[in-house]
């Protein structure tokens, strides 16, 4: 059979949403083995490129008004730690493949500071420290994450940490750039129950993200796989 013969009747045997999320799956599995072996040289510069601002990344792939944000954000009870349970995968992050995590803390009433780090096999230096200026102050929902030594960075660059969505109790967050380049999945806890997970895969498709692009992130006490959300 020829192999356009055999994708017609492939497409035919399953719905449009069944296909897409193979589609994601194989996807997902290509990605995980060239994480996991991107080469014995640290392309990431040990991590401190893990964070290059979303303004040098290519235009996102959303189209639409920008991604929308919380009415309000408490920055006293925002900082903290978060686990990255989530994320739509970023070429500056190729050297974190385990327990992603951020730590903030409140610098002054404007100014947080940022620590980023992740397991990783190919790098003994997965941290980042920076900064997240808040530019927003009607919401502090708004933010621009900068961090010091990273090439190409714009300190004076437009927001690039917005918070679109926020549990009542500040135990869940969803974050992302204006333009969606970037999507992050911030949990209190490592592991999420099926009725999170779901709020998760349904707010990411609400705010305007293909909720396939986001891959579920291997945590020690928490989901050991890469997943694309549509899979869960």
């Known amino acids: 059979m020829a192999p356009r ?24 599995a290509a990605l995980l083995p060239a994480t996991l072996t991107a080469g014995a040289q640290d ?3 040990g991590g401190r490129a893990s964070s290059i601002s979303a303004d040098v990344l290519p235009a996102g792939s959303s189209f639409g008004p920008e991604l929308s944000q919380v009415d309000y954000v408490d920055p006293e009870k925002y900082v903290g730690d978060w686990y990255q349970v989530a994320a739509v995968p970023q070429p500056y992050t190729l050297q974190c493949t385990n327990d992603t995590t951020a730590e903030y803390e409140l610098i002054d009433d404007t100014t947080l500071s940022v620590v980023n780090s992740c397991g990783s096999q190919i790098s003994s230096d997965s941290v980042i420290e920076g900064t997240a200026t808040i530019r927003d102050t009607d919401t502090n929902a708004s933010l621009r994450v900068n961090f010091p030594g990273v090439p190409f960075q714009n300190e004076d660059g437009p927001v690039n940490y917005r918070i679109t969505y926020l549990a009542d109790d500040y135990s869940l967050a969803i974050v992302g750039d204006p333009q969606r380049r970037s999507g992050f999945v911030l949990s209190r806890t490592p592991a999420l129950d099926a009725e999170q997970w779901n709020l998760v895969e349904t707010t990411v498709s609400d705010r305007g993200y293909w ?12 989901r050991q796989d890469i997943t694309p959300l549509c899979l869960l």
């Open 211 to 222: 909720s396939c692009s986001f891959l579920t992130t291997p945590m020690q006490e928490g």
């Open 5 to 28: 013969s055999f994708l017609i009747l492939f497409r035919k045997a399953f719905d449009m949403r069944t296909f897409t999320k193979i589609a994601a799956a194989a996807f997902a």
């Open 43 to 45: 392309l990431t510069d």
